[in-house]
């Protein structure tokens, strides 16, 4: 699996880990013969890509949180995804991370 860029917060790099994390199941689930679980494994694929934004915030995140897919995207989803991402081709201050 191999990404265009690096993902640095910005809503639509945040969608299209997401979607390739999520189209490439099938690649995960065949190295995760070799680990101990496919959701840590797609969480740590994922991780590789962040920088800036999302790199900080995702070494906030408790252990938890960093070592679980479903947990990761639900975390991405919550801080990096508004509603108005899908009407605007400006980015914004609503495409970084927002505050809880």
């Known amino acids: 699996m191999v990404l265009q860029s690096p993902v640095q917060g910005d809503c639509r790099d945040v969608l299209a880990l997401m979607a390739r994390i999520e ?3 099938f690649e995960i689930l ?8 496919w959701d840590a494994l797609a969480a740590d694929v994922a ?14 995140l408790d252990v938890t949180t960093q070592e679980s897919w479903g947990v990761l995207r639900d975390g991405l989803l919550a801080n990096f995804i508004t509603d108005d991402a899908w009407s605007d081709d ?6 970084g991370p927002r505050s809880s």
């Open 90 to 95: 400006e980015p914004d201050e609503s495409s």
């Open 47 to 60: 991780a590789s890509y962040f920088i800036g934004d999302i790199l900080r915030w995702f070494e906030g």
């Open 23 to 25: 189209a490439s199941s």
């Open 30 to 37: 065949e190295s995760a013969r070799y680990s101990d679980s």
